[in-house]
């Protein structure tokens, strides 16, 4: 079974029509995969759609849909993983070290405080960052970026 961890802006494009909506929607119907997500996503994925919203992006309507359905979805299909005080300071370790901004950091620390996976399990960190991508490969994270995919 796959796993993935989405990022916000990653999870984001399951909810809204946007490059790389299509690859991420079907990755999840076709492997169904075992997908984490930071509980800081429930925020960003929110602030994301209103925002469109706010700016004519999106009619209303789908703006109320979108909402709707990522707030059913944000506690029933996925895992969701909290930030610990551990988590806090390993966000804080790599904002030293790397230039992250505080959620993107706080997002690469979640999945770094996940337990090994089975080694029949390869986790990718899924985002549509690419400086949150290269940081990721740099600390040795497989990685994926559902923007090359149109």
Same mark, same amino acid.
Not at 102 to 107: E, G, L, N, R, S
Not at 119 to 130: G, K, M, P, Y
């Given at each position: 079974?796959?796993?993935?961890?989405?990022?916000?802006?990653?999870?984001?494009?399951r909810y809204?029509?946007?490059?790389?909506?299509?690859?991420?929607?079907?990755?999840?119907?076709?492997? /169904? $995969?075992?997908?984490?997500?930071?509980?800081?996503s429930?925020?960003? %994925? #929110? @602030?994301?759609?209103?925002?469109?919203? =706010?700016?004519?992006?999106?009619?209303?309507?789908?703006?109320?849909?979108?909402?709707?359905?990522?707030?059913?979805?944000?506690?029933?299909?996925?895992?969701?993983?909290?930030?610990s005080?551990?988590?806090?300071?390993?966000?804080?370790?790599?904002?030293?070290? /790397? $230039?992250?901004?505080?959620?993107?950091?706080?997002?690469?620390?979640? %999945? #770094? @405080?996940?337990?090994?996976?089975?080694? =029949?399990?390869?986790?990718t960190?899924?985002?549509?960052?690419?400086?949150?991508?290269?940081?990721?490969?740099?600390?040795?994270?497989?990685?994926?970026?559902p923007?090359?995919?149109?």
């Amino acid at each position: 079974m796959p796993a993935y961890f989405l990022d916000a802006s990653a999870l984001v494009k399951r909810y809204l029509r946007e490059t790389g909506s299509d690859w991420l929607r079907q990755l999840i119907a076709t492997e /169904h $995969p075992r997908i984490f997500i930071s509980s800081l996503s429930g925020p960003e %994925v #929110l @602030a994301a759609i209103t925002r469109k919203g =706010r700016t004519g992006e999106i009619a209303p309507s789908e703006q109320e849909r979108a909402i709707e359905t990522f707030r059913n979805e944000f506690t029933s299909s996925y895992a969701v993983i909290a930030p610990s005080p551990a988590v806090i300071r390993r966000a804080m370790e790599l904002i030293v070290a /790397h $230039p992250l901004r505080a959620y993107d950091a706080v997002q690469l620390a979640s %999945v #770094l @405080a996940l337990p090994p996976v089975p080694s =029949r399990i390869r986790l990718t960190f899924v985002a549509a960052d690419e400086r949150l991508l290269t940081v990721a490969n740099q600390i040795g994270l497989p990685t994926e970026n559902p923007n090359l995919y149109s």
